[in-house]
């Protein structure tokens, strides 16, 4: 902090002056994007006190320069629980020498590829990235096609931003290509003068950003007694007109068309016992025309993935029958890691992974 407190000024202040231009300057360097000016000023603060530092500890003069030409060591950082890399990142771009352990195996690759590789391939690795990127969506496109198939959909004329199948003035079709399908577990209402559907989605988002907001609204069908999906487009969150944000709440909700409570006991009892029913919400698809999603909401859709689905489940099974037992076979344990500490996958009947 030497290197904040001014030179003038008087002495009673000068401790207090340097701790508000050492805050201002971390507030400088901490701002992202990085200025390059600030960075290369921090690298001189800090190579300026180990300099120091060093001339101290060997009782021979160690200038910055002797330091950036490798003849004297730089300061070293040590993190012993590194994660993702970010503290050995940040400290080597400040020009120490870092030095990263984990014991963890994942932690250990992410700080491969994060650490160790950009500065062992340099720029040119990030051109591989985008290479091999693209082939295996490539490939991963050509071996699930039949599975996640692209959706004839009609266009209509002015553009819109929800489709559906039965719109008028159509014209020729168009194959949308799914990237998504958003479903919700439903269950029936326990009130025995509803038995309504009643969704038990926790929100309803489709896009939540400052370019845009989009959502989907749930609009009761008192008829039949199921929850319909409109997509509905704003400038502004508050502009949607309703609040996506409310859905059920942990484990409990209400039922839509008779508000009865559905508490938490119920539902995790009729999933363990019954199972939850589902229901497809809102498939989202890619713009062939350019950038952007489409997100469909026609009830008709629900049929063609159901046919995607049990295409999937039949291809899961000859890989399983293929493969022979797995771990993914075993039960899970009603305690431990992996986020089932609470044993919370158990009160919703999941005792296996699948």
Request: glycine content about 8%.
């Amino acid at each position: 902090m030497a290197r904040f407190i001014p030179e003038n000024g008087p002495d009673n202040k000068k401790q207090s002056l340097g701790r508000a231009n050492a805050a201002k300057f971390i507030e400088r360097l901490f701002k992202y994007p990085g200025n390059p000016a600030v960075i290369k000023e921090a690298q001189r603060h800090i190579l300026e006190a180990h300099a120091e530092r060093l001339t101290r500890e060997t009782g021979k003069t160690v200038t910055v320069e002797d330091i950036e030409a490798g003849q004297a060591p730089r300061p070293k950082v040590l993190d012993m629980f590194a994660g993702g890399g970010a503290i050995p990142i940040e400290g080597a771009r400040l020009g120490c020498e870092s030095h990263a352990l984990d014991l963890n195996p994942v932690a250990y690759l992410i700080e491969l590829c994060t650490v160790t590789f950009p500065q062992q391939f340099g720029a040119e690795l990030a051109d591989d990235i985008e290479k091999w990127g693209k082939t295996i969506l490539k490939r991963t496109q050509e071996a699930v096609s039949d599975v996640l198939a692209r959706i004839p959909v009609a266009r209509k004329q002015p553009k819109a931003i929800q489709r559906t199948l039965r719109d008028g003035n159509e014209t020729p079709a168009d194959d949308y290509c799914v990237v998504a399908y958003y479903w919700t577990r439903t269950i029936p209402c326990p009130n025995p003068q509803c038995k309504g559907t009643v969704p038990l989605y926790r929100q309803t988002w489709l896009r939540n950003k400052s370019s845009g907001y989009v959502a989907l609204k749930p609009v009761p069908d008192m008829g039949r007694r199921i929850m319909r999906f409109q997509v509905v487009e704003a400038r502004s969150a508050s502009a949607l007109g309703f609040d996506p944000s409310t859905g059920s709440a942990g484990s409990s909700t209400a039922c839509p068309f008779c508000q009865t409570a559905l508490d938490g006991p119920y539902v995790r009892r009729y999933g363990d016992e019954k199972g939850f029913g589902q229901q497809l919400m809102c498939v989202i698809a890619l713009n062939p025309d350019g950038p952007g999603k489409f997100y469909l909401v026609d009830e008709s859709l629900a049929a063609i993935e159901a046919e995607h689905q049990a295409m999937s489940e039949h291809r899961a099974a000859e890989i399983e029958r293929e493969l022979g037992p797995s771990s993914l076979d075993e039960e899970i344990p009603p305690t431990g890691n992996a986020g089932l500490a609470t044993g919370n996958s158990y009160l919703y009947g999941r005792v296996r992974i699948f």
